[in-house]
């Protein structure tokens, strides 16, 4: 019975050592998606419509300096919305290549 009880406080305090650990880890994605203007959804909704390339949508986002969790939240909605992304369609056509100055 003694050594049941030692195994149960053995258990406890590793649990209680491990939650600090745990706590990090989850600060990791806590800003991992937020809230999005529709007007920047659309903005780059219509990016996505005219390279058809989530990369390319990503690009632009990360040099227009969106917050991480605002890209993550656009690519997540854009993904939903088009469940099925054009790259992923065997034999579907390449989408046309983005203007020159897309990324200026």
Known sequence: MNLHRSAQIFLTLLALAALPGCAGF??????DRCFVPDDRYAYAREQFIQTGSLDLVQLRMEELQWQRCERNEVLYR???????LPEALPGAPQPPAPPADFLR
């Open 26 to 31: 989850l600060d990791l994605y806590r800003n």
């Open 78 to 84: 854009l993904q939903k919305e088009f469940e099925v």
